[in-house]
């Protein structure tokens, strides 16, 4: 369980192939402080720590993972957003996320504000009820209010804090970012959808 609260950002120093997995060693600050079988987040994906070496870690995303997500367009070089799991006597900042996402976003547009940046997204149409006007996204794992609301899609605001802290400041038009949806919106949405005759 994660907050969305970013901590640090990572770069993926290799991607090796495994089957149909692909496992990856990230070099962060937070590396050295991890342990082995600890879940942490990466651009909002829940992944296992594998092996710890020096400041780097070692995660693998399975082939459901990589479907799922833009994991599979990873290279050496690649920044990644990171959060390790909540603690349960802490405040939680952001909101609940799980690290399990949904589908994938692509951005649509990206304005410069006078201090701020707004991004907007494009999401599969079949996702558009879990999307309301200020309610909470993770998009790359950060936990984000989000407002314009259509059918498929949403705009974000990004202040400088999370712009300078996170891989936000790296995204342009028709990349795409992961994103969940906020779990208690998707019980209430599928409980509803049970109750229709």
């Known amino acids: 369980m994660f907050t969305g609260i970013i901590e640090q950002t990572g770069t993926i120093e290799s991607v090796k192939g495994a089957g149909s997995n692909l496992s990856f060693w990230v070099r962060s600050p937070l590396s050295a402080e991890l342990k082995v079988d600890q879940s942490v987040s990466h651009n909002g994906v829940c992944l296992t720590v594998e092996e710890i070496k020096d ?37 939680l900042d952001g909101h609940i996320v799980q690290g399990h996402v949904d589908t994938l976003a692509t951005c649509t547009a990206l304005v410069k504000k006078n201090g701020s940046w707004e991004y907007s997204f494009r999401v599969d ?73």
């Not at 300078?164 to 019980?187: A, C, P, R, S």
């Open 125 to 197: 149409g079949q996702f558009g009820s879990y999307i309301i006007e200020k309610g909470s996204v993770s998009l790359n794992g950060i936990s984000l209010t989000i407002f314009n609301v259509s059918n498929n899609g949403f705009t974000v605001a990004i202040i400088p804090y999370t712009y300078e802290h996170t891989n936000m400041q790296q995204l342009k038009v028709d990349d795409t970012v992961n994103i969940e949806f906020d779990i208690i919106g998707k019980y209430v949405n599928r409980i509803s959808q049970l109750q229709k005759p």
């Open 55 to 91: 400041d780097m870690h070692r995660v693998t995303a399975i082939e459901e993972t990589l479907q799922k997500t833009n994991l599979g367009y990873w290279d050496p070089g690649t920044i990644v957003n990171l959060e390790r799991c909540m603690s349960m006597n802490g405040r």
